[in-house]
């Protein structure tokens, strides 16, 4: 979609990628690190030291969380790729909420596992205790839990994140939960699996400065957890990449040490663009779902007489000049609710989003 965007000059609010660069202060770091003379170099497998502090001082701060052990990887990506390489065998089951996140069924696979999908279903996508209780079997190694929740927005409650750890904990299957959107909850509060009862003993959490200080380009994220969840990450980190982006790990440090206040003006932000999106998109006669959370709006389309989402992203960006994605892309057997629906991002300036939404009201009459 964002070739597409590329070819047909139209606005992308297909990928969830800032137009704006994180906080300066942020970047300074970045470019002290590049010129120190000393961090050019290899970081340590587990990371650069600077950074691990950080990461531990963080899940204390914010969650009361004292991980055992942290790794630092490439982005969250890594992390959960080598999560499913380091934890499964093959022939193992995967459990995680349908729509997912597009990497998780590759890097299932890759470690030769199978992804089963326990749905959430639209418009409030709500997790169902018993179709998730059903999913869970002899075979099921990991519960592999996003919240908040890439395509949907959707942020877990306590009820539902307790149901998730019952599960855990009768069945005896490991969380690796990908929460790279923490910082970025607009109703709601973001609960860590591993804070609920018997879980961090069992939970590998994720997490990167990506999404939270808006450099997705930077690629630098961590797991913490148990020290044994996280050896399987390192083992499997070290023949995939070993170490890397030294300089960045340093300024990665220096932005979680920054405090609570910079991702709060940046969540404040992010609040007002999506209301400002969503509005838009009320305007052009999109029904919007509610959005809880991460850089993403979802749309249903059928209001406009489009009950094909996929039909729909494939001529947006000719006939609106905007860009946005299906949901049904993300996932497994997309049910008919699904069909009509479009991920739109609004991660972006404010008059980017005032000119897509002109766009929009304007194709849409
Ligand atoms: C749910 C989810 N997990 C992980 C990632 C990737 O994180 P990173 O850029 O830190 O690798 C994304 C990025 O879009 C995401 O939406």
Redesign the pocket.
Request: charged fraction near 10%; glycine fraction near 12%; hydrophobic fraction near 30%.
């Given at each position: 979609m964002t070739a597409l965007a590329h070819e047909t000059g139209a606005i992308n609010l297909g990928?969830?990628?800032p137009d704006e660069d994180g906080p300066p202060e942020v970047v300074e770091a970045a470019v002290a690190a590049l010129r120190s003379g000393t961090a050019n170099q290899y970081a340590p497998l587990p990371g650069v030291p600077a950074l691990i502090d950080a990461v531990r001082a963080h899940q204390r701060r914010n969650y009361g969380l004292e991980p055992e052990d942290v790794q630092v990887?490439?982005?969250?990506?890594?992390?959960?790729a080598a999560a499913m390489l380091g934890l499964l065998r093959p022939g193992d089951e995967v459990v995680a909420l349908d729509p997912v996140?597009d990497?998780y069924a590759a890097i299932a696979e890759m470690a030769g596992a199978t992804l089963r999908r326990v749905p959430l279903h639209p418009p409030r996508w709500r997790l169902d205790p018993a179709e998730l209780r059903a999913a869970v079997w002899e075979r099921t190694r990991v519960l592999l839990l996003?919240s908040?929740?890439?395509?949907t927005g959707r942020v877990l409650d306590r009820e539902e994140l307790e149901a998730v750890a019952a599960v855990c904990r009768e069945h005896d299957v490991v969380a690796v939960t990908?929460e790279?959107?923490e910082h970025l909850v607009f109703e709601g509060e973001h609960i860590p699996l591993a804070t609920l009862e018997g879980m961090a003993e069992r939970t590998l959490t994720?997490?990167?400065?990506?999404?939270t200080y808006s450099f997705?380009g930077?690629?630098?994220?961590w797991c913490s957890g148990p020290a044994r969840l996280v050896a399987a990450v390192r083992g499997a980190k070290q023949f995939l990449t070993f170490s890397g982006g030294t300089p960045l790990q340093h300024a990665a440090a220096a932005a979680l040490n920054l405090g609570e206040s910079v991702p709060a003006r940046l969540r404040a932000e992010l609040r007002a663009k999506r209301d400002h999106l969503a509005a838009g998109l009320r305007e052009a006669g999109f029904g919007v779902l509610p959005c809880e959370g991460?850089?993403f709006v979802t749309a249903d389309a059928a209001p406009l007489g489009h009950p094909d989402a996929e039909e729909l992203c494939l001529r947006l960006p000719h006939d609106a000049g905007v860009v946005a994605i299906p949901i049904a892309v993300f996932a497994g057997d997309p049910t008919h609710e699904m069909r009509s629906l479009v991920r739109f991002a609004f991660c972006k300036r404010e008059a980017v989003l005032t000119e897509a939404v002109e766009r929009l009201v304007a194709w849409a009459r």
């Open positions: 990928q969830g990628f990887t490439f982005g969250a990506t890594e992390a959960l996140y990497s996003n908040p929740h890439n395509p990908d790279v959107y994720i997490s990167s400065v990506g999404k997705t930077w690629k630098i994220g991460t850089y």
